[in-house]
């Protein structure tokens, strides 16, 4: 199964930064089923949202021509939960960019006060153009299926700000 761990994009900025939102309800099951006397979204999947945030801001960079996947959590801190009911807002900064990969800066946010959940670091790897001798897949297997609902969602934002 593959989560969609992002709704919608709210800011972006090519080849700079992204912002988007996840709202986080009841009806999804690692909410529902992994703790149910008290849920929260575990920090793996802010983790994972923070990486489809940044990953396609790195694959739009390069017009979706490269497979980039996440190669490395530098680091990750976490300052509070997240509850049902609650929106994250992932924004995502490219601190580099280059043949082999980049490197991005994060945070994750409650979206109506700013507090502060997450610090998240990552680094992303173009798998054609690092893993020589390795074969892939022609098709890019990597901004396919249900990213396509996000994707679409950067159509209907403003380069700036919606």
Request: hydrophobic content about 50%; charged content about 25%.
């Amino acid at each position: 199964m593959r989560w969609n761990l992002i709704d919608k994009f709210i800011e972006f900025e090519p080849g700079k930064r992204a912002v988007a939102v996840k709202a986080n309800t009841l009806a999804e099951d690692h909410l529902r089923d992994l703790h149910p006397d008290y849920p929260i979204v575990p920090n793996t999947l802010l983790i994972e949202g923070m990486a489809q945030t940044a990953g396609i801001l790195v694959g739009e960079s390069r017009q979706f021509t490269e497979k980039v996947i996440l190669a490395k959590i530098t680091r990750a801190t976490f300052f509070r939960v997240v509850l049902p009911g609650e929106t994250v807002r992932f924004e995502a900064i490219i601190d580099s960019l280059n043949d082999v990969g980049a490197s991005i800066t994060g945070k994750a946010v409650m979206f109506d006060s700013l507090d502060l959940v997450a610090e998240i670091e990552l680094m992303f790897s173009h798998v054609d153009n690092n893993l020589a001798g390795m074969q892939f897949p022609e098709h890019n297997f990597v901004f396919a299926g249900n990213f396509d609902e996000v994707l679409n969602s950067l159509i209907e934002v403003d380069p700036i700000r919606i």
